[in-house]
């Protein structure tokens, strides 16, 4: 495991405003592939703000301190400073986790599943305090496919939930569970790749690279206990256990992105049932999508302990 303490200043600036943050103790755990496609819909304030709420109920005070998440006053983007609306962050795609890919190539286990589609959202733009600078986010759920059987969950602080089924291709995503259903229509602008839009990619940027992700109170590694596999993801998980003991549920999720190739992507919700309204935070609301992007990436994922300091 490389346990790095880093002391680093973002610069982080989103739209025209500037924020100078320092961060810590960073341990990385684990390593995956990523290609996908990622959107950004618009949700009212007062759907967002439940949600927070709930997040605070379901996490105990700890014995790091109960972290605190508000949709801050300044949020970046200058149409959102005065706005009703808050960006929520949905992404489906294929992920492969890499630290068990030598063990199961010799011995293939039916039960396991180390790759395969996945859907999340998250909440970005969020902060400790109404003026604190909105460099957090909160996952509020990932979908798998029941069928894969055993999954490592690498994205540890989300609430995973499995679903009937995921399909994505180069023109669709469907994801189906029980009557409920999410059909996205994708016109991938891969070939040739052409650059989401400047402000696009920054806000992007935003949500995945320079944000500490929180979600679950303490992260999932139950996956280990489960299986005897030799694995890094289990050594590290192993080694972050007393760490995440003394600071949870102070503890988020950092990623670092590289060879990240992001092509403009356009993407219309063609269907979507109540479920999956709920699911994205969307209600009744008409769909108003910000933004869109496909990407693949590598990505190391680590946890911050105490992540607010
Ligand atoms: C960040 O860390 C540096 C060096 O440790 C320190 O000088 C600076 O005051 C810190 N800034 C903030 C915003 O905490
Ligand atoms: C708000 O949070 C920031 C860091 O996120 C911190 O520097 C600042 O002191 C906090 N302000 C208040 C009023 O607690
Ligand atoms: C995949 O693409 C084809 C068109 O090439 C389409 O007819 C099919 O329904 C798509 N959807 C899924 C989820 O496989
Ligand atoms: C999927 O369907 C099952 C059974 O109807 C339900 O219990 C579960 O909450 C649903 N999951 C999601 C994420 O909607
Ligand atoms: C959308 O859902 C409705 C109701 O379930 C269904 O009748 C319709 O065929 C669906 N449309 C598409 C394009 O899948």
Redesign the pocket.
């Known amino acids: 495991m490389r346990n790095v303490r880093i002391?680093k200043?973002f610069l982080i600036s989103t739209g025209l405003l500037f924020f100078?943050?320092?961060a810590t103790y960073v341990s990385y755990v684990t390593s995956a592939a990523w290609d996908g496609v990622g959107f950004c819909i618009y949700v009212k304030r007062e759907t967002i703000q439940k949600r927070l709420d709930a997040y605070h109920n379901s996490i105990s005070d700890g014995c790091g301190g109960r972290p605190s998440l508000v949709i801050p006053e300044k949020r970046g983007f200058s149409d959102l400073e005065t706005s009703d609306y808050h960006p929520v962050f949905v992404t489906f795609g294929h992920v492969t986790s890499h630290d068990f890919d030598d063990y199961l190539k010799h011995n293939p286990d039916p039960c396991v599943a180390v790759s395969g589609l996945e859907v999340s959202v998250k909440i970005p733009l969020l902060a400790a305090n109404a003026s604190g600078p909105p460099i957090y986010a909160l996952s509020v759920a990932k979908l798998y496919e029941k069928s894969r059987g055993d999954i490592p969950k690498i994205n540890f602080l989300y609430p995973y939930f499995p679903v009937d089924e995921i399909q994505f291709n180069d023109s669709e995503f469907v994801v189906k569970n029980g009557s409920d259903e999410m059909r996205v229509s994708v016109i991938k602008h891969n070939h040739p790749c052409e650059s989401p839009r400047p402000i696009v990619m920054e806000e992007f940027e935003e949500f995945r690279v320079s944000e500490f992700y929180f979600g679950l109170s303490k992260p999932d590694f139950s996956f280990c206990d489960r299986h005897s596999f030799q694995s890094d993801f289990c050594t590290n998980a192993k080694q972050v256990q007393s760490a995440v003991d003394r600071h949870a549920p102070n503890i988020c999720q950092k990623y670092e992105v590289s060879n990240k190739r992001a092509c403009d992507a356009s993407v219309e919700v063609v269907n979507i049932t109540s479920g999956f309204r709920d699911f994205i935070l969307l209600g009744r609301d008409p769909i108003n999508i910000l933004a869109s992007e496909s990407y693949s990436s590598d990505t190391v994922v680590g946890l911050k302990y105490p992540c607010q300091e």
Do not use: A, E, L
């Open positions: 002391i200043v100078t943050v320092n």
